[in-house]
């Protein structure tokens, strides 16, 4: 059993940054991901990342603004998110899954996950 528990989101001005961070307890899934879901709208892929080699996927409206990152000694991944928009405000929830290869971590399905993180507020005021 994986349990991951997340930190960070919070209240923002447009163009500000907030840096979310997942920890992983139990064991180490090699793909781990942050979703998004706003209200009246279906939960989102926002980045993933395989673990064992570091690779990273993202959805195209955040590419160059969102980076996500690894750190292995803590079992935790981090979102770092700048230059927010107000269309980035949603619930972020974190996912971990276990995978074989990195072609299966870049899916963007939130069914293929099967370790959630309770979820945190993200809001961008304009």
């Known amino acids: 059993q994986v349990q991951l528990v997340e930190s960070g989101g919070g209240s923002v001005l447009a163009g500000g940054s907030l840096r979310l961070a997942c920890a992983a307890f139990g064991y180490r899934p090699n793909c781990r991901g942050w979703f998004r879901q706003a209200p009246g709208k279906e939960r989102e892929a926002v980045a993933r990342?395989?673990?064992?080699?570091?690779?990273?996927y993202y959805t195209d409206s955040v590419k160059g603004r969102f980076t996500i990152s690894q750190d292995d000694a803590k079992n935790t991944v981090y979102l770092q998110m700048n230059s927010l928009k107000p269309e980035d405000t949603a619930m972020y929830y974190c996912a971990a899954r276990f995978t074989f290869n990195r072609g299966a971590c870049a899916l963007g399905d939130p069914s293929a996950y099967n370790y959630w993180g309770q979820g945190t507020q993200v809001t961008v005021s304009s």
């Open positions: 990342i395989y673990t064992d080699d570091s690779t990273t």
